[in-house]
């Protein structure tokens, strides 16, 4: 899986249904997303946003149509690779009442002590200055269910997940 894209995200005559149902939530989709460029998915609830981003994480694979990274299927690649690549919140992203580290190292378990990755991850995601307001920080408790518990924007919880 390369780690710098040069070609980007395709998306081919892509249509979508959720099983055991009739309706058709995505229809047709082409879509091309070059490397660097940032995009925003905007319509109406229910027109499918998220589910085209489901379809990308192989959460779902399409009805029909194609989705190319990198100009390969992602369906040839190995599922737990292409995911390890992507990062994705969703609209009902959950909040871990933890520490910062913990809550950032839950984006790669498998790294969760490593301090320079998690600190890394922070600073892309731009939550490394939140966590420098914070009384401890990146051993700060987040949220108020604890008395120690610091609680955060949703913006800051948002970038945090990320």
Known sequence: MPTTFQKGI???QVNFKYPNT???VLHNINLRVAPGETIALVG??????TTLIKLLCRLYDPTSGDIYLESK?????????LRRQISVIFQDYARYYLTAREN???G?????HDVKRIESAARQSGAES???TLPKGYETILGKLFDQGEELSIGQWQKIAL
């Open 108 to 112: 790669n378990i498998e790294y969760h």
């Open 73 to 81: 299927n992602i369906k040839h690649y190995v599922i737990s690779e």
């Open 44 to 49: 109406e609830n229910g027109c499918g946003k």
């Open 10 to 12: 395709v998306f081919e």
């Open 104 to 106: 950032i190292s839950f």
């Open 22 to 24: 009739q309706r058709q």
């Open 130 to 132: 939140i966590i420098q």
